[in-house]
């Protein structure tokens, strides 16, 4: 927000009216009104995006606290996936606040506290021992620090249960994804792929799916 969204070319602050989500792109042919460079596609793409998914939450929850939850973690799931996709990095800047917001938002009316908390040790806790265990025993760093923290976030909006079912789901849809793009050659086996995306995806997925998906990922769990 600070400073003004501008063009990266010619550094203009972008007008309110030029700055309509996803209209705007199309009202100006992609193109920077002052310089005509393009814009990238990516802004109407993640606008177009984020509404979409924003409308999906509010006709599963309709208004209440948890789509005030649902909305908050889907947007910095967004913001987190997207950045991850780009620079392989997933910023505490972007992280600590979600884990701060998820456990505030958790003594809200609707809310578990003790679920949150616990909901961030566990997820944080899978990770972080994952890592460890990857660098004891192929010397080489498996998880970044960023999903540690990512994914206790995540357990914080979701809770225990919900923050294993978003690793179960994240590592499912990883191995099958990158087992296709090595079949496919498209990468090769020492290629670092950003798991950020996965975790965010899967997060999603939890919060929308909920108990269908918690159950898939812990089948002997007691049902109620
Ligand atoms: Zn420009």
Known sequence: MFPNSFCPKCKKPIEWYDNIPVLSYFLLKGKCRNCSTAISFRYPLVEALTGLLFLLLYLNFGVSFALLRGVILTGFLIIIGFIDFDTQYIFEATTIPLVLAGLFLSLLPGGNPWNSLLGVITGAGILYIIGMASIILFKKEGMGGGDVYLAGAI??????????????????????????????????????????????????????????????????????
Request: aromatic letters at 12%.
């Open 155 to 224: 357990g914080a909006f979701l809770g225990w249960k919900g923050a294993i079912a978003m690793l179960f789901v994240s590592f499912m849809i990883g191995a099958l994804i990158s087992l296709v793009l090595i079949g496919f050659k498209v990468l090769n086996r020492k290629a670092m792929i950003p798991f950020g995306p996965y975790i965010a995806a899967s997060a999603l997925a939890v919060l929308f799916l909920g108990d269908k998906l918690i159950y898939l990922a812990m089948p002997l769990l007691p049902r109620n």
